[in-house]
């Protein structure tokens, strides 16, 4: 089983929906990482949490310790969303975090 | 504006030939990180730095090498040793020693192709 597990590995919506993709870890656990990677190959930070929700404009982070699961939501999508969305939790031991494979999120005009 | 510069965005080799990708940053960040990215799976730590003239192996470091002589500069030797170095890697970097607990900023990649 990996540490860090995200669901579904891709999703396709149409412009408008309301999206949320999932993660769940077995690692221990400081705050746990949400990313965005564009086409292009870099990525940005979107998120970190350590309890409760954090909201960023259309997208909304939630995490659950006791179940060690954690959300990220988008409403309103729109094409530009597009990316892969990927969580990241930290190793109790050492500076390190572990990655999720990613979700692939394509929006449709 | 201050961030991450990797370069070459693109890099050809053919095998047997070591090769060094370049990141800088001037975020004036202590602790830098190179990761390795293979489709359908995580990024994987091959290398990480939270000093200047100080380093260690992440999980996949054998046929790696790294230097940090400058606190805004880490590049990354892929060695001829590294059996199949055809990746993107993804260098980064965080304000606090420990990225477990803070933000941490990505590089556009280095996309390695070996011949």
């Known amino acids: 089983k990996n540490e860090v597990e995200q669901s579904p590995q891709n999703l396709t919506a149409q412009e408008g929906e309301f999206i949320t993709i999932n993660c769940s870890y077995s690692?221990?656990?400081?705050?746990l990482h949400w990313l965005q990677q564009h086409p292009g190959g870099g990525i940005v930070s979107l998120f970190m949490?350590?309890?409760g929700k954090k909201k960023h404009g259309r997208l909304i982070a939630t995490i659950n310790i006791q179940e060690k699961h954690s959300s990220l939501h988008i409403t309103a999508s729109h094409p530009r969303d597009s990316a892969v969305y990927i969580c990241a939790a930290p190793r109790e031991y050492g500076n390190k975090l572990v990655f999720g494979a990613g979700t692939i999120l394509r929006v449709k005009s | 504006d201050g961030g991450i510069t990797q370069s070459p965005k693109y890099l050809f080799r053919k095998e047997g030939q070591n090769v060094t990708l370049s990141c800088e940053q001037n975020l004036n960040h202590d602790a830098m990180y190179w990761y390795r990215q293979d489709p359908g799976q995580g990024l994987r730590l091959i290398y990480y730095s939270q000093i200047v003239n100080d380093f260690q192996k992440g999980d996949i470091a054998e046929g790696y090498s790294v230097s940090r002589e400058k606190k805004e500069s880490f590049p990354l030797t892929v060695t001829s040793a590294q059996k199949n170095p055809t990746a993107f890697y993804l260098c980064?970097?965080?304000?606090?020693?420990?990225?477990?607990?803070?933000?941490?900023?990505f590089g556009q990649g280095t996309r390695l192709t070996v011949v």
């Open positions: 949490l350590s309890s």
């Open positions: 690692v221990g656990i400081s705050a």
């Open positions: 980064a970097s965080s304000i606090l020693p420990d990225i477990r607990g803070t933000e941490a900023f």
